[in-house]
């Protein structure tokens, strides 16, 4: 249904155009048959949007809309909310679908764009979002859930509309979490009840544009408790390395082996004891992550962000000369742009990938040569398969693997620190941050707003030297 067929035409009228003249400046410029056209395109998304929101219940023979957490039974009432929630995704939507025709009809005459304009249809992004008017509410927020890790690559020509539509499909389904989109492809983690995880796996699936399967998934028990909010955005690349996807594609990736070909490999590995110098097993995560978990003899980087990989490459470029190289990360995806990085360099004799990452590998062999926990990024730190402990309490040493947040304010290292240690007070990252602590809690002045710096963070090499 349009906008203006509602009852609160009027309302819309001065709403569209208010945030339209204040949020797209560029509209100025354009020619008055086009502002015209501007106009019909943004009238056309914001019907869309509004009727990605509808649910029905067919016994009762009413329409309501569901929004952030809030049901609308009235045209009027929807159309002002998302009218003022919801206007940076009406304007994506918009200038999306205004591109997208303006691109179609090229060097086509303001008039000539205004004749063609009945002939315009916005990106409709209720196709692809699942009808759960027939569930009850409860199944979609209560109850048993899971946590989904997936990514692809692929070409977005408008990642601001899957932008649009994914926030849309997460809200419906009551989903936490984060998902990054960008014109190499979408990278998402989100949770959400067992019910509203699988409606959105199928709602995924079933988009023309990515083709995925139901085991390109991976899942883990947890919930829409184990993120804080949903974050929905457009970004330059799905995984923050530093590098344009520009200038280096995914598609110069490594060989991408199952979860029984790199067991086979790690296997002849680790078989061949110290006599094997011909392979590097190599870690891409971070230094938190593999200190709580990590296959066997592996190469795990001291670096605290993947961005800081390329750099690790580019300073220990003897150490991969002439190397057979297995890499693996969570869930695959940082191989993807880490191999594709060293092969730039055409030092390696070969470089593989472990498809699916760690948790596809744990899937098939929980007491494989992965041992200790899994890090993962949300409320929940780690997941485990097995029941080893590969690390120790920053304090008194004793087998730890639970990690928090260091207790210094402004501070965001994350600590491992036994119950024990905690209990005596024991809660900082590092003894330059517990000094902080203990000496902002004997002062009564407001404290600096600005990030800690400790020895967790000034007192580590930026770039380790591995060779």
Known sequence: MEPSDSPCSDFLDWELDTATSNGLKQEKQLSASQRRYYSFCRRKSFAVFVASKQDS??????????????????HSAIHKHVARAHDAEIQQLTQASYECLSSQLGEEEPETLHANKCKAEPVDISAWIPETGHIAGEQLEKGPGKVLLYYHYCQ?????????WQKALCEKLHLTGKVRIATEGINGTVG????????????????PLFKMEEEDFKKSDGGAECFTDLRVGVYKEIVPMGVDPDALSYELAGVHLEPEEFHKEVEALLSKEDLCNDTILLDCRNFYESKIGQFTRCLAPDIRKFSYFPDYVDQNLELFRDKKVLMYCT?????????AYLRSKDVC???????GGIHKYLEQFPDGFYRGKLFVFDERYTISSN????????????????????????????????HGCREAGHTACCPTCQTKAQARSEE?????HHKEECECTGGRPRIPQDV
């Open 387 to 418: 029941n080893d402990v590969i690390s120790d309490c920053r304090y008194c040493g004793s087998p730890w693997d639970q990690y928090k947040l260091c207790s210094t304010q402004f501070c965001c290292q994350l600590v491992l620190s036994c």
């Open 156 to 164: 977005v020509d408008d990642p601001h509309v899957i932008c649009a």
């Open 57 to 74: 219940n067919p016994e009762a023979g009413s329409t309501f809309w569901c929004c952030c957490g809030e049901t609308f039974r009235e």
């Open 444 to 448: 009564s002045a407001a404290p600096q």
């Open 331 to 339: 869930g695959g995806i940082r191989c993807e742009r880490g191999s």
């Open 349 to 355: 004799k070969e470089v593989f990938q472990l498809k």
């Open 192 to 207: 959400g009840t067992n019910m509203a995880t699988d409606f959105y796996i199928k709602a995924v699936c079933s988009h």
